[in-house]
């Protein structure tokens, strides 16, 4: 370091070649006055004679200690001077800041990103400095990598990968791409603002992801979100299939299902691939209440190109719930059908869902063809209640009138029970009479000849237990159990033991019990698989795990922890996705949360309307229902209906005072005529 000591004095002076020479003529002049002249701290003095534009720089420097007079001479550029100076001076001042407390300051220019990118937009326009061009179509548009590659993966990748583009001064991305829409892109790269509309968004957003410009297609695709309908939305599933925009993708399914009947009369439908076209006619949510309607648009799929796509017949006959089919239509329009009669494996298909057709008919048994099997919301509704908690009637919810009418009286009436259904049938199991006794019995109600009958009886009685259909199968879960008789042997501990019960064998067997005993879970079935939510566990306390049991492997595993402790909850399965809600905190009451069965991850959704304990709730369609429970003194009157696409609740009607719900299930709906 150079310390500059008191007292010094540092002159520079500038000299040209064609001076030095003049210096050297005979009456020679001295040069003109400086023309730059400052004074520096502690005495210094520095003086620069320009008298051309160009020259050598003569330095006249006192030494760099105090007890030295010498004086050295460099030649330096100003630049140079200015720098070597500016090192010595800097570091100087560093040692002095050193010896004291550092105050900071810390500068920041809100407006300074947008000044900058508003000078490089000048820039470009100037065509300043710019070191490649794009071209789409017939349009030109000068850039800087720099710029390009700041904001998009594509062009850093494109420019700094070792490759020709790497180093060409031109790409040309030929008719890939409309000018229009490059000209949106690079107006954002050096702006950060671009107007969408609904004449730019779907273009932009296809620019966008092969471009990677990943915020302007997440912006497309939340403005193509807010602005679905019917009229569009089966164009907008193929899109946000094409570039994985997800939530886009699951907005257009959910309406593209409910609103079946329209769009399976477009153009887009007929236009859909082959794929896609199968996924949507088979899938379980897809809102018709008549199957004809499927059947009919399958037809028109395969007509629509009829010499390429005659080959899939078979395949989108299997989208159809054939059995579901009036049975005079069955057989006397479809089973005549010249292009099924054509194809031996759809003509097979055709008999085995006649004879479906008329094993339901003859309530011969249980029908588990897929042919057979209704869509969601082909379900009807029911809700067992009474005027206390003691439940002794079942109830028909009539989604379009928006009733609830009574149905039946149930023969033995019970409370903490678990209700379950298969097919078109309920199962009652377990729960408590009017003498406090905790029972085995299973009771059946037939909702096709609205009748009930008795099953065989559980291996343990239970009462606060869970019940789920899996595979055709009635499993139940947990709960308490009797004081004597039966395993365990006090009514306060919660059971690990699960039940299986095959409907057509009519008999149970104990299949792997629980990680943890408890009562009072929400347990529902998904993706082959039963899993059990919160609930009380053998030490009286909240358990904040799920439980899941394979039955392939007869085991139970823990995958993942509740939000929250939880007992007294409801849960129902849209899809791949099972939704919890209510409970018997302030906090859980009023909350719902939806539970991936693939990732096993939570996400909080909408609140409820009130707050909830003890409620029920069921899918039906593509909508979550739920009813009953109480908190404090306060009985919840509503059904409410939750809408996945729109996160939100509704209430549908108000509960009869006089009815209690203490379950809720959806069954098979069959229309045999």
Same mark, same amino acid.
């Given at each position: 370091?150079?310390?500059?000591?008191?007292?010094?004095?540092?002159?520079?002076?500038?000299?040209?070649?064609?001076?030095?020479?003049?210096?050297?003529?005979?009456?020679?002049?001295?040069?003109?006055?400086?023309?730059?002249?400052?004074?520096?701290? $502690?005495?210094?003095?520095?003086?620069?004679?320009?008298?051309?534009?160009?020259?050598?720089?003569?330095? /006249?420097?006192?030494?760099? /200690?105090?007890?030295?007079?010498?004086?050295?001479?460099?030649?330096?550029?100003?630049?140079?001077?200015?720098?070597?100076?500016?090192?010595?001076?800097?570091?100087?001042?560093?040692?002095?800041?050193?010896?004291?407390?550092?105050?900071?300051?810390?500068?920041?220019?809100?407006?300074?990103?947008?000044?900058?990118? &508003?000078?490089?937009?000048?820039?470009?326009?100037?065509?300043?400095?710019?070191?490649?061009?794009?071209?789409?179509?017939?349009?030109?548009?000068?850039?800087?990598?720099?710029?390009?590659?700041?904001?998009?993966?594509?062009?850093?990748?494109?420019?700094?990968?070792?490759?020709?583009? /790497?180093?060409?001064?031109?790409?040309?991305?030929?008719?890939?791409?409309?000018?229009?829409?490059?000209?949106?892109?690079?107006?954002?790269?050096?702006?950060?603002?671009?107007?969408?509309?609904?004449?730019?968004?779907?273009?932009?957003?296809?620019?966008?992801?092969?471009?990677?410009?990943?915020?302007?297609?997440?912006?497309?695709?939340?403005?193509?979100?807010?602005?679905?309908?019917?009229?569009?939305?089966?164009?907008?599933?193929?899109?946000?299939?094409?570039?994985?925009?997800?939530?886009?993708?699951?907005?257009?399914?959910?309406?593209?299902?409910?609103?079946?009947?329209?769009?399976?009369?477009?153009?887009?439908?007929?236009?859909?691939?082959?794929?896609?076209?199968?996924?949507?006619?088979?899938?379980?949510?897809?809102?018709?209440?008549?199957?004809?309607?499927?059947?009919?648009?399958?037809?028109?799929?395969?007509?629509?190109?009829?010499?390429?796509?005659?080959?899939?017949?078979?395949?989108?006959?299997?989208?159809?719930?054939?059995?579901?089919?009036?049975?005079?239509?069955? &057989?006397? $329009?479809?089973?005549?059908?010249?292009?099924?009669?054509?194809?031996?494996?759809?003509?097979?298909?055709?008999?085995?869902?006649?004879?479906?057709?008329?094993?339901?008919?003859?309530?011969?048994?249980?029908?588990?063809?897929?042919?057979?099997?209704?869509?969601?919301?082909?379900?009807?509704?029911?809700?067992?209640?009474?005027?206390?908690?003691?439940?002794?009637?079942?109830?028909?919810?009539?989604?379009?009138?928006?009733?609830?009418?009574?149905?039946?009286?149930?023969?033995?009436?019970?409370?903490?029970?678990?209700?379950?259904?298969?097919?078109?049938?309920?199962?009652?199991?377990?729960?408590?009479?009017?003498?406090?006794?905790?029972?085995?019995? +299973?009771?059946?109600?037939?909702?096709?000849?609205?009748?009930?009958?008795?099953?065989?009886?559980?291996?343990?009685?239970?009462?606060?237990?869970?019940?789920?259909?899996?595979?055709?199968?009635?499993?139940?879960?947990?709960?308490?159990?009797?004081?004597?008789?039966?395993?365990?042997?006090?009514?306060? +501990?919660?059971?690990?033991?699960?039940?299986?019960?095959?409907?057509?064998?009519?008999?149970?067997?104990?299949?792997?019990?629980?990680?943890?005993?408890?009562? $009072?879970?929400?347990?529902?079935?998904?993706?082959?698989?039963?899993?059990?939510?919160?609930?009380?566990?053998?030490?009286?306390?909240?358990?904040?795990?799920?439980?899941?049991?394979?039955?392939?492997?007869?085991?139970?595993?823990?995958?993942?922890?509740?939000?929250?402790?939880?007992?007294?909850?409801?849960?129902?399965?849209?899809?791949?996705?099972?939704?919890? &809600?209510?409970?018997?905190?302030?906090?859980?009451?009023?909350?719902?949360?939806?539970?991936?069965?693939?990732?096993?991850?939570?996400?909080?959704?909408?609140?409820?309307?009130?707050?909830?304990?003890?409620?029920?709730?069921?899918?039906?369609?593509?909508?979550?229902?739920? +009813?009953?429970?109480?908190?404090?003194?306060?009985?919840?009157?509503?059904?409410?209906?939750?809408?996945?696409?729109?996160?939100?609740?509704?209430?549908?009607?108000?509960?009869?005072?006089?009815?209690?719900?203490?379950?809720?299930?959806?069954?098979?709906?069959?229309?045999?005529?």
């Amino acid at each position: 370091m150079c310390v500059i000591p008191k007292f010094q004095t540092t002159q520079i002076s500038v000299y040209s070649e064609g001076w030095k020479k003049q210096q050297q003529q005979p009456g020679f002049a001295p040069p003109p006055q400086p023309i730059i002249q400052r004074n520096f701290g $502690n005495n210094q003095r520095r003086v620069v004679t320009l008298p051309e534009r160009r020259g050598i720089v003569a330095v /006249s420097e006192g030494a760099c /200690s105090s007890d030295t007079a010498d004086t050295s001479e460099l030649l330096l550029s100003p630049k140079e001077d200015s720098m070597k100076m500016s090192v010595c001076v800097h570091e100087n001042r560093k040692s002095r800041a050193s010896t004291g407390s550092m105050n900071i300051y810390l500068f920041h220019k809100s407006s300074y990103a947008d000044s900058v990118l &508003m000078h490089l937009n000048s820039l470009r326009q100037q065509r300043l400095f710019t070191d490649v061009l794009l071209h789409a179509g017939s349009r030109s548009f000068p850039c800087h990598r720099a710029v390009l590659a700041a904001c998009s993966r594509y062009f850093e990748a494109m420019f700094s990968g070792g490759l020709r583009e /790497s180093t060409a001064s031109e790409v040309d991305f030929r008719e890939s791409i409309h000018p229009e829409v490059l000209e949106l892109l690079l107006d954002y790269a050096y702006s950060s603002r671009v107007v969408i509309n609904e004449e730019n968004a779907e273009s932009l957003l296809e620019a966008g992801d092969m471009l990677e410009f990943q915020d302007i297609r997440d912006a497309c695709a939340e403005f193509l979100e807010r602005n679905l309908h019917p009229s569009n939305c089966l164009g907008m599933l193929l899109l946000s299939d094409a570039h994985q925009c997800t939530k886009l993708s699951e907005l257009s399914w959910g309406m593209c299902l409910s609103n079946f009947p329209a769009i399976c009369k477009t153009d887009d439908f007929l236009q859909l691939p082959t794929d896609m076209a199968v996924q949507l006619l088979s899938h379980e949510e897809l809102e018709t209440e008549d199957e004809r309607l499927v059947y009919e648009a399958a037809l028109n799929w395969i007509n629509y190109d009829l010499e390429k796509r005659h080959c899939h017949l078979p395949e989108l006959l299997r989208t159809v719930r054939l059995a579901l089919l009036p049975a005079i239509f069955l &057989m006397e $329009n479809v089973s005549t059908e010249e292009l099924i009669n054509s194809q031996p494996k759809s003509k097979e298909l055709v008999d085995e869902a006649i004879r479906c057709k008329l094993k339901i008919l003859q309530n011969d048994g249980v029908v588990n063809s897929p042919c057979a099997r209704p869509r969601k919301t082909s379900h009807a509704l029911f809700l067992l209640g009474g005027q206390t908690f003691m439940c002794d009637k079942l109830y028909l919810v009539d989604q379009k009138a928006k009733e609830i009418i009574p149905k039946a009286d149930i023969p033995s009436p019970r409370k903490e029970f678990s209700a379950c259904a298969i097919g078109c049938k309920v199962y009652i199991t377990g729960g408590r009479g009017s003498e406090n006794g905790v029972s085995k019995d +299973v009771w059946v109600y037939d909702t096709v000849h609205e009748e009930w009958s008795k099953a065989a009886p559980m291996l343990i009685a239970r009462f606060g237990h869970g019940s789920a259909e899996l595979k055709h199968c009635l499993y139940v879960v947990g709960g308490h159990t009797a004081a004597t008789g039966c395993l365990p042997a006090s009514p306060s +501990v919660s059971l690990k033991q699960v039940e299986q019960f095959d409907p057509v064998a009519n008999k149970w067997t104990m299949v792997a019990p629980l990680r943890e005993g408890v009562s $009072n879970a929400a347990v529902v079935s998904v993706k082959l698989k039963l899993f059990a939510f919160g609930g009380t566990s053998v030490t009286h306390d909240k358990l904040p795990k799920v439980q899941c049991y394979d039955p392939q492997e007869n085991r139970w595993s823990v995958p993942a922890s509740c939000p929250q402790p939880w007992r007294y909850t409801a849960a129902a399965v849209l899809g791949n996705q099972i939704f919890v &809600m209510g409970g018997d905190t302030e906090f859980s009451a009023c909350s719902a949360y939806k539970f991936s069965s693939e990732s096993y991850q939570w996400t909080k959704v909408g609140d409820v309307t009130a707050k909830r304990m003890s409620c029920q709730a069921v899918a039906s369609g593509n909508k979550l229902y739920v +009813v009953g429970g109480y908190f404090g003194t306060q009985r919840c009157k509503t059904l409410d209906c939750y809408d996945p696409t729109l996160d939100s609740w509704n209430s549908i009607t108000t509960v009869p005072y006089s009815l209690i719900p203490t379950a809720f299930v959806s069954t098979w709906k069959h229309l045999p005529a």
